[in-house]
């Protein structure tokens, strides 16, 4: 059992790592919503709060 919860726990640092290098906050929190904290979006991913489309190129290896 311990094996499946390191497996997991490595999926979810390596998610954390990408989006923390190729992750930017989105446009539309910052101009829409300034006080609140703006989502951190990685290519091609949508904005759960306004919906908006990060227009980069999706990277190769890319968890989504």
């Known amino acids: 059992m311990a094996d499946l919860g390191d497996f997991w726990k490595d999926i979810k640092d390596s998610k954390k790592s990408f989006k923390a290098k190729y992750g930017i906050p989105c446009?539309?929190?910052?101009?829409?919503?300034?006080?609140?904290?703006?989502?951190?979006l990685v290519p091609q991913q949508k904005c759960r709060v306004d919906g908006y489309i990060d227009p980069r190129p999706r990277i190769e290896g890319q968890i989504n």
């Open 27 to 40: 446009p539309e929190c910052k101009r829409l919503q300034p006080k609140r904290n703006p989502s951190i």
